[in-house]
């Protein structure tokens, strides 16, 4: 056969050529992604006509053809209210000093002593990138700037993640750096210095040799101008590295692990907040004037750890119920631990209900004092911050998600309750008969629409 | 025919698995995640699908079913099987007459369905003058087929499915490679991440053994079938006919599997060894291709 004897080989491959050079794409792929705008407001309202905060965010995503992400937050917050100063409740009317030196308020008796000129505006911007790095890897990175009245802070943070096992198992990590400035009114007060009875004038007094008298117990705040020795700034930084692990177990669960280590440096104190010097029979808080509340002072420096897991599980028709626990342990001896549970029930036409349950408690750090007793020494650290203090947390929480128009409305109604040690033990006088943490109710309310174009 | 597309993910790829010209088919390719992975394969997916619509035989009403009820008037192709057209002419040229894309009105007297069940040349011998692609006018773009002919592009749409749907998969993820599984016809796309290869299983003829072949670029094919056949006194009759007799050839290989620059490339080499019958292997050999010839 002549077939058989000939090469065509040449010839074939040539009319292949020919036949697949044909004009090709008769579909089209369209691959652009979408800009996707996540919008909410929040409103937060504390018992006791504490604090209000009110929070719009507007977050815009987009992903690219090549899987590469881009998400920009945009928050601003409004706090307005009262908040804790710090000081004790006593059996009399009690009148402070605002930080400006020039101002005073009060707390009438039995009452936990509130700053009622809380007020403050922030607003922040986060920016986060994420990319491709290889075929199983992801390359992010990520920057934050948020202005406050008295505060500012910036940061940068990066990290790289990797698939492996089929994708079922990712391997992450990531490091950050956080840079803080804080200038609040009138300066930053010296650690432990006497609150100063108000001026009612901006005048201030050169006398600066304080340093020998805070150590004494006994000393007087008579000798020291709010204003001047002040400085304007206080500085922190703060580092962070996190790793992480996630694994699919199986088509219905999925676990991830966390841990977290942040080591900050710098100034960790707040300056508006006090503590009181009572007697150390009668319990009773010494008089302003005769040194009755000490500016608080933190360590420099703090390292936290947390370890963070969350169970994922899919139960029947897309409806998930996601358990997770948190320790958190630092070297100022705050150990804590928060469980969430939270279902999202997938119902018809693509709504989602999801109740939600939070519960957290902490001991206290080290140096929380509710109150110094004035015959003591004074510690080298102290603060009666409540956020120092042991408590428990319960947030009880219910979110509502409803397809509208072209995006998704989602509702959600939170309730918080804080609960310390009202009446602690070591508690001297007329303490044992106030309210030395009272309980702390607040509402949440979220309203937020996402759609994409 | 079932419309899914079930996609799964491999680790360094991903692999879509679907049915299309009566075969189990799949599709491998690499992409940066899931959600594009998904839109490439629904897009070489409804390719191939496309391309089945197009040319299927089975189909009433389609575009090959017109060309073919176009009752001796002349017809108008589009550009694809204009191509096509002018592909099957240059096989046939090239064949000596061996490949005929008219030959498929031979099926209605041969079924091979491994009875003994063989027609009798008095059946066959009054189609024999509706086969010849020689009586077919082609001038592209117009065909003019004679009354009772038909043509059937089975023997290249298969492979011409699979090779368009890797280039065009190339087109559209040039940084990413896809291999195309159409029941066994393989093309080749793009060049795998990290220069991998794509590891291949082919079946030893007793289907007990298996090589690994690593293949970076290119197509395989496979042409035969060891289920068709008729056996009558001994004599086994492959499916494979002379288009200018109307009879089985003989002493033709069960399968033959060859693998060369494209699928089509390969598909017809391996076709056109078995029209070779005994020869086949020594066709083979002169196409320096790599092959594996089952008896």
Redesign the interface.
Known sequence: MQLTRKKIRGSLGAAVCTLLAAPVVEGKLATDGQWTIDSAALLYVEGGGRVVAFEPVVKVSKVYDDSSRLDMQLTLDSLTGSSPNGASPTNRVQTFTRSSGSDQYVAQVGEIPLDNSFRDQRSSLNIHWEEPWSRLSRLSLGGHFSDEFDFQSVGVQTGLSHDFNQRNTTLSASIGIEADRIFPDGGVPEAFSVMKVATGDDDDDDDDDDDDKKDDPKFKGDDDGIKNNRQSSAYKTVYELLLGFTQVLNRKMLIQVNYLMSESTGYHTDPFKVLSRVDATSGETLLLENGGYLYEKRPEERLKQSLFSLLKYHVASHSVMDTSYRYLRDDWGVRSHTMVMQYNWQMGDNQVVSPSFRYYVQSAADFYHHSLLANERIPDFASSDVRLAAFNATTLGVKYTLPLGVGVMTTRLSWYQQKGESFPADAVGIQKELELFPDLDALIVQLGYRFSW | MSKDIILT????HFCGVFRAMNSPCEILL?A??E??AS??LK?AV??VW?IEQKFSRYLLDNYLYQINHSDGKPFYVD??TA??L??AE??YR???G?FDVSSGILRKVWCFDGSDHIPDQVSIAPLLPRIGWHKISWHNPRIILPMGMEIDLGGVAKE?AA??VA??LQ??APKYGCLVNLGGDIALGGVR??DDCWRIGIESPDGRETEELSLSAGGLATSGDVHRYLLKDGKRYSHILDPRTGWPIEQVPRSVTVM???C??AG??AT?SL???R?AE??LD????RYWCLR
Do not use: I
Not at chain 2, 9 to 12: C, L, M, V
């Open positions: 993910d491999k680790g360094t690499e940066p995640n959600n594009l839109q490439w897009f409804t390719e496309r550009v694809e191509k096509l002018d592909f240059h096989c090239m064949s000596e061996l011409y090779d368009r280039l065009l087109s559209v991440c990290n060369a620059n494209s089509t490339e017809l080499l056109l029209l070779c019958g020869e020594n066709f002169q196409q320096d291709v």
